[in-house]
């Protein structure tokens, strides 16, 4: 792979509730969970990631589900949507699905010619499901209920509230090689040519715009790809050049990490795909068990005692 940002790599919200978040994204969303583990400086509480079958840079969406944390407020400085790519032709059966299980939505509308259906998940976190018009070929993970004709496929972009955008534009344009595709009101795509799929980022002008609050409800961070750390590190040279404060190389495990606030607000983590999740558990057993940092096994009875047993 080419020295680029791959699109995203995941991305990071709250709940409030373990069990509901793992029946919505496992059950009603029909994705698989990926990996089951804890969050790194607080191993009270779960890490979940939830993806296609191989957990896929571009599908990932995790959580930090701190139970009865407060409800955040979605507002500016922050990413406010996640958008999944679902085929052609099956918003009509997502909305009876959703209404099955008591999930409100909008009607479908159109962001830049591409039908989208919007509705927020048991936290209020707002998830679209957009029919892209260049379909998109990854394969989903299936379920008993959600079949291949309507499985998310991942991610399709990301939206981020700013009270401005310029500064947030030029770190997409000039350091993650990303470039102005279209304007849509004070709404403004902006797109990687370096992948075909999770490669858009939309950024929505709110100059009056709330700031957001972190809490149940919203994101956390969103996650760009790199291919690996050695090219991770060339682009923490190109962040430091720029005067943004970056952290070191972090290992998660399954990939290593930086994380810088760009000057939005929004908190951007840039991840490898190296090493993957299959480093500590087998392809067709990823997230049946509890895995732990290594630094949290010794004390593995200790914090299975205090976290919520998943039914």
Do not use: C
Not at 122 to 129: K, V
Not at 142 to 152: C, F, G, L, R
Not at 208 to 224: E, K
Not at 272 to 296: A, I, M, S
């Amino acid at each position: 792979m080419e020295n680029k940002i791959l699109g995203l790599h995941h991305i990071t919200a709250i709940a409030a509730d373990a069990q509901r978040n793992y029946d919505f994204y496992t059950k009603v969303l029909g994705q698989r969970m990926v990996k089951k583990t804890v969050n790194f400086d607080d191993p009270g509480t779960y890490h979940f990631y939830y993806g296609d079958e191989h957990g896929t840079p571009g599908t990932i969406l995790t959580f930090f589900p701190w139970e009865n944390i407060m409800p955040g407020r979605t507002g500016t400085g922050m990413a406010t949507e996640i958008t999944y790519a679902v085929p052609e032709g099956s918003l009509e059966a997502w909305k009876e699905r959703l209404s099955r299980f008591n999930v409100s939505f909008s009607e479908i509308t159109e962001h830049f010619g591409e039908p989208y259906l919007s509705f927020t998940d048991p936290d209020g976190l707002q998830i679209n499901l957009m029919v892209p018009k260049a379909p998109d070929t990854r394969t989903p993970w299936q379920t008993a209920e959600v079949k291949a004709n309507i499985a998310t496929r991942g991610f399709h972009s990301a939206t981020l509230s700013l009270k401005e955008i310029d500064a947030t534009a030029g770190v997409l344009t000039d350091i993650f090689g990303y470039r102005l595709l279209a304007q849509e009101g004070n709404r403004y795509r902006f797109i990687t040519d370096a992948v075909a799929n999770a490669g858009i980022i939309d950024l929505l002008a709110l100059p009056d715009g709330q700031i957001g609050h972190t809490g149940a409800g919203t994101n956390h961070h969103v996650a760009f790809r790199v291919a690996n750390d050695a090219i991770q590190m060339e682009y923490r040279e190109k962040i430091l050049s720029k005067g943004l404060e970056i952290t070191p190389k972090i290992d998660r495990d399954y990939f290593f990490s930086l994380y810088f606030r760009e000057p939005g607000g929004v908190l951007f983590e840039i991840a490898t795909d190296n090493p993957g999740f299959t480093v500590d558990e087998p392809l067709e057993q990823l997230g049946t068990g509890l895995k732990l940092p290594k630094q949290y096994e010794p004390v593995r009875g200790e914090i299975e005692k205090v976290l919520p047993v998943l039914k």
